[in-house]
């Protein structure tokens, strides 16, 4: 039994997306294409206008195009992002920077975007799920910058955190859901609650993700755990025992901006025995359950079941994602 169905139909129109694309972009794209993540964003949007627009939305030659841009937005991130954090895997494979040079990463993300754009673009009754994009893409930005600027700054609050995590992950994927629903012809009623769904089960995602970067195995999927701290990034662990135990603020701010490991280490030692990881893990599983809650105003079939699914993998381990039969 095939678990993700579309998930063909959305791979020939990522490859109709790079047919222009011949010879080394091409090799370079490859590099990065092969290598498949876990599909949630064009998951998500599929089953968003599926439990919509009903089964016959599958017809249509659109969704499938937008379920490949945002994967392939969600891929050129991922390679900006890997430049950014200087990371040396991804979906365990050495990231496309190691293999190709930073120069080749920058602009085949470049590419990969303006490629999504231009797939867009294509239907002219389609305008609005475009706009939607471009937006979220630029939020994105605003997110990754406003990360940078705190970067080596213990003081960040938990209220920037959330909403450093609402623009590079959690409004991108609200807006797949959204997207869904908007090619789908859905409510606006029904638009919010898909929107609120993807809001909250992106926050909960990244919330296990920060969770994982202290956690490591079995969350951590194919990148070395404890890269936040390193790179001087504060997330809801950190804030969490820093709010709760003062001595340790008082311990970073008299660090230089690199911490040294064994400061690294004590933190990450705290961070476990002071109940910071349980609580972060808690804050994820009450985003997971606004996700469910935002469910409501559908009737139960098996696209709701679907995204009641995903967001219930998303809490337990990521590979778990996969699995999950449509
Ligand atoms: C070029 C579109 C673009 C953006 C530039 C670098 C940047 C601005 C944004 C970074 C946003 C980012 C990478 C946020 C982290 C989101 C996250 C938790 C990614 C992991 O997603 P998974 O687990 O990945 O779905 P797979 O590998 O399964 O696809």
Known sequence: MTLFPEKAAVERAVGEALAPLTGHPRE?????????????????????????????????????????????????SLVHDDIIDDA????????LHLLRGRRAAVLAGDLL?????????????KKRVLRLLARSVALLCRGELCQMNWRCRWDLTRRQYYRIIHLKTAQFIASCCEAGGLLAGASAEERRALREYGANLGQ?????????DYAGSPYQEGKPAGGDLKQGLATLPLIHLLETRP?????????PPELPPALQETLRK????????????????????????????FPDNPARRALVGMA???????????SISR
């Open 312 to 322: 219930a993998a998303v809490t337990g381990r990521f590979s778990d994602i996969s």
């Open 247 to 255: 001595d340790y603020r008082q311990k970073l701010h008299a660090a």
């Open 88 to 95: 040396a895997l991804r979906r365990g494979r050495p990231a």
């Open 204 to 212: 909960a995602f990244q919330l296990i993700d920060d969770y994982a």
């Open 270 to 297: 705290a961070i476990g025995e002071n109940g910071s990881l349980d609580y972060t893990r808690a804050a994820a599983l009450h985003r997971q359950e606004q996700a469910l809650r935002a469910l409501r105003l």
């Open 113 to 125: 975007l303006a490629r999504a754009f231009a797939l867009l673009s294509g239907a002219e009754d």
């Open 28 to 76: 370079v794209l490859r590099d990065l294409l092969e290598n498949r993540g876990k599909m949630l964003r064009p998951r998500l949007l599929i089953v968003s206008a599926v439990l919509t627009g009903g089964e016959k939305v599958k017809e249509e030659k659109a969704l499938y195009r937008a379920a490949a841009a945002v994967e392939m937005i969600h891929t050129a």
